[in-house]
Every structure is written in C-alpha cells, then in structure tokens.
C-alpha cells in the first residue's frame, strides 16, 4: 500500500513499505526509522515480501500487522511476524516473531532503530545495560570512528524542554554504530555486538524474537504534531567558502563524450586497478578527457609500490589507494616519492579514512567516495542522507593536518528516477560545498548521458560561474534542500523539492512556489 502518515496524541510517523519513519513531535525528530533486517554474510540485505498485512488507525491508537517473507534467489529463507502500536501517550511499540525456513548464512537478523543527527547531536545520553547498570554519555558530534555505545537495552535523552525520550530494547544485546561513516545521517542501534563471531549458519526452525519500545518522558510539554508544512530557508551570511571544483568519473561507453562538454568538467577521474588489465581504459579516458576539455584525473588502485613504476613520469593529477580497504596506506607513501600533486585515500568509504588514519605530509589531498544507499537503497534514505556529507567534510579536517579534500566519485543507485536524482545532486553539492571539499568528483559520465534532467539541472548551475557558496538551511530538509551561490553576474538561490507534491517556500519573505521534485533557480538582489 502506499505511503501513510499517522497521527497519535504528540507525536506523527510515516509508515512505509512495512517500517516505521520519522517519529516526530512538531519539528522534533525523535526517531528516524524503525526496521528490521536480515544481511548474509557479505551485509547484502535480503528482500522480503509482505502479505497479510492489516492497519487500524483510531484518534487514540494505531495497529498495523503483516507477515513478511525473506525471498532469496527463489527460496523462502526466514519469516517474519509484525506487530506494530502506538497510541496518544506517546508510546511506539515494534515487534517482531521470526523463523528460519531455510540454511541461511547470516551476519545479523532483527531490529535496527535510526536516530536523527540533526535532532540528537551532544545530547546526553543515558544507557542502561542488560545487567541493570547505567552509564552517561552523549551523542557524538564528530563522526565516531567505531561503535559509540556498547551493551543496551534503554536509551534515554532529552528531546526538547523536559521532555525526554525512551527506547527499550529486548531479545538481545544492542549497541550504535555512527553512520555517517557511510554517509547516512544518522546512529544506528542494531542488535547482536560485532564482537560476536559471524556470520552464523541459521538451521530451519532457528527463532529471531525481539522488540523495541519508544515512550516518552513528560511528553504533555511536546508541541502537537505540525501538519502546517511552513516552509522557510534561512541564509548564513557570515559563512561562506569558494565554490568547488566539480568533475565526473569515466566510464568506457560507446561513444565520444563530446556532448558533455558544456558542462565544462574541471576533470576526468580515471581510475586505473594495476593488479588487471588497465591501459586500454587508459588511453581511453585521456582521449574522452581532451574530448570534454577536463584535466585527466589518474586515481590508481594498487597493491605494491613496484606497480607504480610504469606510471613514476606521467604529468596528470593522481590519486592512490591500497586495493584492499584494510590495508596500511603508509606502506604506499613511505615506497612512492610523492609531490603535493599527489593524494591519498580509499575506494570504499569515508569509513576506512576514519578508522586507518596515515601521514599527510607528503600529501596534496585526501580523497574518499560518496553513496547515500550503503545500507537502505529507497528514495527517502538517499534524500534524509544529504547532510552528512557535510560532515564528513568537517569531521575529516580534523585529522588530515589542513590537506585538502577531494570527493569522489559521488555515485547514486540508477533506481532513483532522473527528476529526483537531479535534486539529490544539487543537495550533494550543497552539502560538500558549504562543508569546504576543494573538488568534487559527481556522477559517472555513463549517468549523465541516461539522465537529461540530472544533465540540465548541472547544465543551469556551471553557466551561472559560481565563486563562493553562502550557507542556508530549510527548516524541512527532508523536503527542500538550498543552495545559495555568489558568481561574477551576482548571486542566486537553487531550491530542490525532495516531495511528490507542491510546496511553498519563505526566503526573505517572498514566497516561491515548487512544483514536484521542481528545481528553481532564483536570481537574488
């Protein structure tokens, strides 16, 4: 069924797709999302099917059921039994009853609960332990490079005035990841620790029984739900930064890019795996770089220094990454003599940048990747996920000793219709713009010929020349993203809708209206 918005006393959710999203009093959000999932032991979530599915709203109370069945390449693997309440105290109730079906290796199984940066950043944090005992701490605001909490089994922080908010956890034991790491904006509270061994063979008959507990704390104090969708942006004038420079990444395609040309790339990044066949890949993306008048940006993927040598002599900006994630990068840079037009970083995510920290010194930029469906692939996810870009921007720069930091490349999953996708790359480029990334690697020269919305929306934006980006805000950014810009013929205002509907936003007290998934671009006085 589609999606449904459900009131009940203080607070408003979304159902959706069988979870539970945006747990929120007025502009509060208490919790971003409620699930479960089951990940084989390569974390690939496995897709599951709904059926019997029942919902009853009241004033007072909500219940929604349903039967969801793991489906994996035809097999029926694992069932699950869903029971869904909430009512007006303020109490969200998730439940689930699941079995195994078939041998399935697994690497986790149960309940996650998503908690909102925004909405929880330095908050205080009070955890108790499946023994009973308690400990203080607060939600992180640089990103964490491991599990922030250990051992849960409640949570309890302020949401606003006195109001505090309440998670209880049974079935087993919990603990929070920060996913900013991937690039999602938000904590997650997943059962079964990661210091228990996996992945484990679950046999027919194994049972899965857990259940999470939202309550609230004083919640009479919360204001009732808004259902008014006043939209506002506020602008930073006290905060700006240059304007990025902005590239793509090179497919091997069937044709010339000459088309693009009028995007006028800064680069071309092609990457180059020395451990396989690499130069026909070479030659052709130095040919497609002159094609579309972009500097050729050489990223090598390697093993040992010794696969350098055959590059040591090319006069092209590079990158360099250890093919395996794990790897010590020091290796590389203590075997390689390095200019400062050099960087160094990984191919998989921010995270391994955050946990395998190296010397910079020698070292022009660091580089990383970007995609906003590590873990969930839906549109909602790759939207709410916009605004940890920005900080993986600003959490890198404290431990990259003032290096620059490239970006890239920024991909999106094809299954995001090219009107949505081209507000998600204007959000993108907001966020890494405002959080001071020096080059952004977007998209691969293969999206931009299959997506002409993506392609015309970046199109309207490098005509404009962009300088500097000023930093805004939406009151709603799940909604609207913002984008203010300062160029040689003055300055203007991108807005993006993230809905399906029209909305309505205040910048400066003019009212600018939005038609669905509408990108705007507003000259400013």
Not at 54 to 62: D, H, L, N
Not at 76 to 102: P, Y
Not at 279 to 289: I, S
Not at 355 to 375: C, E, M, W
């Amino acid at each position: 069924m589609a999606d449904q918005m459900i009131y009940f006393g203080k607070l408003s959710l979304l159902y959706e797709n069988g979870f539970v999203r945006y747990i929120r009093s007025g502009e509060n959000e208490i919790v971003r999302n409620i699930y479960f999932a089951l990940r084989d032991n390569n974390w690939t979530t496995a897709p599951f099917v709904r059926s019997d599915e029942r919902i009853s709203v009241t004033p007072k109370y909500f219940e929604i059921t349903y039967t969801a069945t793991n489906v994996v390449e035809g097999t029926e693997v694992f069932r699950w039994r869903v029971k869904i309440t909430g009512n007006d105290s303020g109490e969200v109730d998730f439940a689930v009853d699941g079995e195994c079906l078939a041998p399935y290796n697994r690497n986790r199984a149960g309940i996650c609960v998503l908690h909102p940066v925004r909405d929880t950043r330095d908050k205080p944090l009070h955890i108790t332990r499946p023994d009973g005992s308690r400990y203080e701490t607060k939600f992180p605001s640089a990103i964490s490079p491991y599990q922030p909490f250990f051992e849960i089994r409640k949570m309890t922080w302020p949401v606003v005035g006195d109001a505090w908010a309440e998670l209880q956890f049974e079935g087993d034991i919990f603990e929070t990841e920060d996913q900013r790491n991937w690039a999602d904006f938000s904590f997650k509270t997943y059962s079964t620790p990661l210091a228990v061994p996996y992945p484990v063979m679950l046999k027919p008959g194994d049972k899965v029984n857990q259940r999470v507990r939202l309550s609230l704390i004083n919640g009479d104090s919360l204001a009732a739900p808004d259902v008014s969708e006043d939209l506002e942006v506020t602008i930073d004038e006290s905060d700006s930064k240059p304007f990025p420079k902005i590239g793509a990444d090179y497919e091997l395609n069937n044709g010339a890019l000459s088309s693009l040309k009028e995007l006028h790339f800064d680069h071309l990044r092609i990457e180059l795996d020395l451990s396989s066949s690499w130069k026909d890949k070479l030659e052709a993306g130095l040919r497609e770089a002159e094609n579309v008048s972009a500097k050729p940006f050489i990223h090598l993927v390697m093993d040992s220094a010794s696969e350098f040598k055959e590059f040591a002599s090319m006069d092209h900006l590079m990158a360099i990454s250890p093919t395996n994630r794990k790897a010590n990068v020091d290796i590389l840079l203590t075997s390689i003599s390095i200019d400062k037009k050099i960087g160094a970083g990984f191919i998989s995510y921010f995270t391994e940048l955050n946990r395998n920290r190296f010397d910079y010194s020698k070292l022009g930029f660091v580089i990383y990747p970007v995609t906003p469906q590590a873990h969930l692939s839906d549109v909602h996810t790759a939207i709410e996920n916009l605004p940890a870009q920005k900080d993986q921007l600003e959490s890198g720069k404290h431990f990259v000793d003032g290096k620059k930091i490239h970006v890239g490349p920024v991909s999106l999953l094809s299954s995001v219709p090219d009107r949505v996708a081209a507000g998600w790359m204007l959000g993108s480029i907001k966020y890494l713009s405002e959080g001071g990334a020096d080059r952004i690697t977007m998209f691969d020269t293969n999206y931009y010929l299959s997506n002409p919305t993506v392609y015309n929306t970046l199109l309207a934006l490098v005509k404009l020349s962009p300088t500097k980006v000023i930093s805004s805000s939406c009151n709603e950014p799940l909604a609207i993203t913002s984008l203010v810009i300062e160029s040689p013929g003055g300055r203007h205002l991108v807005l993006a809708n993230h809905t399906s509907s029209r909305k309505f936003v205040t910048v400066h007290d003019k009212l600018y209206p939005l038609s669905e998934y509408e990108v705007k671009f507003i000259p400013l006085q």
